[in-house]
């Protein structure tokens, strides 16, 4: 997956493998569940 980010003022883009952005997400659901509408759905 790439993602599109800012770093400094640059806009550059990364590369993240798709198991790596599996788990970026389910950390994301599991520490700020107010930012995902279905966190709970999600988590399981």
Known sequence: ???HV???GK???ISIDDI???YLGA???E???K???KAKTQHT
Do not use: F, Q, S, Y
Request: glycine share 0%; hydrophobic share 50%; net charge negative.
């Open 6 to 8: 800012i770093c400094h």
């Open 31 to 33: 520490d700020e569940p």
């Open 11 to 13: 806009k550059t883009t």
């Open 1 to 3: 997956m790439r993602l």
């Open 20 to 22: 790596l952005m599996d």
């Open 35 to 37: 930012l995902h509408a």
């Open 27 to 29: 950390w994301l659901v």
